[in-house]
Each structure stands twice: as structure tokens, then as C-alpha cells.
């Protein structure tokens, strides 16, 4: 089952987005090292324009719903995750391990023809 119009749109912009990722994170215990860049704020990503706190009343629209979970599926499947930010909960941040990275970006320089 292929991408719907709007998860092909998401996949162009998370793509796009991961040539300006900068390493962020790196536990050297584990060795884990994560790349992340933002890709905007809750409210200028969200369709309606505003965070659905759980306990508003105003709940949430299937709309924004499923943009949010188009936007978490299309994230896994290019091998990475989307995170809020630490200071800002609304800030946004796509996110991806080293290893996820590194293949990503080796994949983009060979369709490139780098």
C-alpha cells in the first residue's frame, strides 16, 4: 500500500529536512548518538493552527488527528521518530539515530550522484 497525498507531502518535507539535522545527543555509556532539526512549531504544523491539550474541550479534529499520525508513520518508516521539544513542548523535532542517519544520508548522496 503505497503513500497518501498528504503522507507523500510529509515524506518530501521530513526529507528535506534532514540535511540540516545536527547532532544532539549523545550518550556515551550506551553509545547513542541522535541527529534532530526542527521542523516548526505544534501550531504552525497542526492543521488547525492550535494545541489540543487531552483535556480541552474542544478536543481534537479526525483531521489534525490523522495529520499528527501521518506524521509519526511517515517519520518510522524514513527511520526516525518525532519528538516535542525539552524547553518547549510545542517546538518539534524530527529526530533519527546515528545508524538511521548515516544510511539516509549515504541513500541521498548516491541518488544524488555524489
Known sequence: MGLSKRQQEIKEML?????????VDTDLKYGFITY??????YMSLDLCGRYHHF???????KNCEQYWESLEKVAGLLGGWIEGGE???TDIYFCMSEEAYEKRTKRMLLKAGV
Not at 534532530?36 to 512549531?41: D, E, K, L, Q, V
Not at 483535556?55 to 479534529?61: D, E, K
Open 15 to 23: 526529507v528535506a529536512s534532514i540535511g540540516s539535522m545536527e547532532k
Open 36 to 41: 534532530s532539526t526542527y521542523i516548526g512549531s
Open 55 to 61: 483535556l480541552s474541550p474542544n478536543g481534537v479534529t
Open 87 to 89: 524547553g518547549d513542548p
